[in-house]
């Protein structure tokens, strides 16, 4: 039986989880199975199959027979959407809660437990906790909105901590059903993009107490391969954009309407901080129509923007919000992005007007406050760019040279005197880390240091890990110290020809395949495939024509130690940068 906090038994059986699905046979049964495996705290599981065409039925009818929990509501027309399937579903529940499950995501153990908990103990209509993003089939996790769900916590209002806005999902929380019904809150019918958007609105715009817990209570599968992409991965088009809008807009009229207007502006201030910034991220990687009818839609949205909206903003996406109204047509695209990415890098040139830091001559009323002045943000803190450039060096092949140079900033730089340079390589499916220290020299309009890496004893360390593929992606981020105190970590952005992929003979490892790459937001990263059938791995996924066949005549030729030859040739973990 479950236990409150206070250690009273809570009382089982309250709990109505409704999950929903379309033509998604291949998942929804282990997502139906995670909700009846939470125990006696579920009372039931309805599942809404929106029409599916697929053998979706079929798999909840041999659920349904096995455990008479399971109830299955069969839509006769495809809804188009999310929210009419889950408004059918809290219709049909029978609970004082409910939940909600996507049939592509699963319910970790305890989940409805730790959030029926804290509902009951604080007596929180509304019960939240951590969502946990899993990559497939890497299944590399992250965590969604993470500094809300550092500890338990309850609060009386949502105005208490206006951070709650960032967190829109709905299936990482549990509602009392009374509260959801007297409220009239439902989700919008039909074809309507982030559904959530608008349902978390209400929700908020009602002002209940909310609960919080560390606990992980959601699984979010992220397929990025998958034949029909999720809403928040389907960003190919410019139409998501225009939906993403329109759900942020009719949010913030939710607040408006019922008078939250601190609920309303934070609503704004997070969709500069969080949704402009993820799509400005990736406006280099469209064509030319995209670009102009996405910065014709975000025009239009910030124009509804006051001064002080803007102000509130961290100074990254305010910096963006003002150059995109500046500006009617898209301009310095690449540039933007790099502001975008996290963390934040400002690139030259660097413009001033009427001796204050702008965006551009040309642009002098987007202006970039907070780098200069009585309140200038600290040097820690500054949106530092530095490039790097790593390229493999001749012989030995398994070794590369990694140049950094990094940009001076208004002068910002040169007065807290950089001193040395910290490079570390993060495994990124893991916790190794490789840590190398090199002196920072001057060097025309800022500073530069090399260093060499050592590739083969990297793969070495990264194979020692345990990592769940042959393929490993190092992660490269720098640390700066400054004369006067202080440090600045940020990511490096990966420039020149040196990105090309190569595969070396290797004595420890018959052969390594080598990729320096560009992530999504431009930093470097380096993916290593250590052995024949990591470097083949990858080639059969990756390369073409010429690389493929040599390749191939490499694997041929470079056999692979036997164990204990490799064994013998392991370097220990604090040799692993070369040194």
């Known amino acids: 039986m479950a236990v409150n906090d206070s250690g009273t038994p809570a009382p089982a059986a309250r709990v109505s989880v409704i ?37 979706t039925a079929a798999v909840l009818a041999r659920l349904a027979a096995r455990d008479p929990r399971l109830r299955v509501i069969h839509r006769a027309v495809n809804s188009g959407g999310c929210g009419t399937p889950r408004n059918d579903g809290l219709r049909a529940a029978g609970s004082p809660y409910v939940m909600f499950l996507d049939s592509d995501d699963v319910l970790p153990h305890g989940a409805v437990a730790a959030l029926l908990r804290a509902a009951l103990h604080h007596g929180a209509p509304v019960a939240a906790g951590l969502c946990v993003r899993r990559e497939l089939p890497r299944r590399r996790e992250t965590l969604w909105q993470p500094a809300l769900y550092r500890r338990a916590a ?18 990482n929380k549990l509602y009392a059903h009374a509260f959801l019904t007297g409220h009239g809150i439902t989700f919008p019918e039909g074809r309507f993009p982030y559904e959530d958007f608008v349902f978390t609105a209400r929700v908020l715009a009602a002002a209940p ?16 391969d998958a034949a029909r992409p999720s809403i928040s991965l389907d960003r190919e088009r410019v139409d998501n954009w225009q939906a993403r809008v329109f759900a942020h807009q009719r949010a913030v009229e939710v607040f408006l309407d019922a008078d939250r207007k601190p609920l309303a502006r934070a609503a704004r201030v997070k969709f500069l901080d969080h949704d402009l910034r993820l799509y400005v991220r990736e406006l280099p ?48 695209l690449d540039r933007l992005a790099q ?21 551009a001559e040309d642009l002098p009323q987007a202006v970039l406050d907070g780098l200069t002045g009585p309140a200038a943000k600290p040097a820690r803190r ?41 490079v570390e390589l993060r495994l990124r499916d893991g916790t190794t880390i490789v840590e190398r220290t090199a002196p920072l020299r001057a060097d025309g309009d800022g500073w530069t240091a090399r260093l060499t890496v050592d590739l083969a004893a990297l ?20 640390r700066l110290h400054f004369t006067h105190g202080g440090t600045l970590r940020t990511a490096v952005r990966a420039v020149g020809d040196g990105r090309r992929r190569c595969i070396v003979p290797s004595a420890r490892h018959g052969v390594l395949l080598i990729q320096p790459y560009a992530t999504a937001s431009g930093s470097l990263a380096l993916r290593l495939a250590p052995g024949v059938r990591g470097a083949l791995g990858i080639a059969a996924r990756r390369l073409r024509g010429p690389l493929l066949r040599r390749a191939d005549r490499l694997a041929r030729r470079f056999r692979p130690w036997p164990r204990s030859s490799r064994k013998q040739r392991a370097a220990p973990p604090d040799g692993a940068d070369g040194s």
């Open 285 to 332: 990687g469209h064509g030319p129509a995209y670009r102009r009818a996405w910065w014709r839609v975000a025009r239009g949205c910030l124009a509804a923007y006051g001064e002080a909206e803007l102000t509130a903003a961290r100074a990254p996406a305010r910096w963006i919000a003002r150059v995109v109204l500046a500006s009617e047509a898209p301009r310095d």
């Open 382 to 422: 500054l949106p530092v760019a530095v490039d790097a450039h790593l390229r493999v060096l001749a012989r030995p092949r398994t070794r590369a040279e990694l140049r950094l140079h990094v940009h001076e900033l208004y002068g910002r730089l040169a007065a807290a005197e950089p001193r040395t340079l910290d």
């Open 19 to 55: 999950v929903i699905g379309y033509d998604d046979a291949r998942h929804i049964g282990a997502a139906v199975r995670s909700a009846l495996a939470q125990g006696p705290a579920v009372a039931e599981v309805i599942a809404v199959d929106d029409a599916s065409t697929d053998r």
């Open 339 to 359: 502001l975008a990415a996290r963390p934040a890098r400002l690139l030259p040139p660097y413009a001033e007007a009427a001796g204050s830091p702008v965006w």
């Open 209 to 224: 107490r909310i609960a919080t817990v560390p606990d992980p209570v959601y699984i979010w599968h992220v397929r990025r």
């Open 459 to 478: 793969a070495a360390l990264g194979r020692h890990a345990g990592p769940s593929s042959a393929s490993q992606a190092w992660d490269v981020r720098v």
């Open 154 to 171: 309850v609060h009386d209002a949502p105005e208490d901590r206006p951070e709650l806005l960032h967190d829109t999902l709905c299936v």
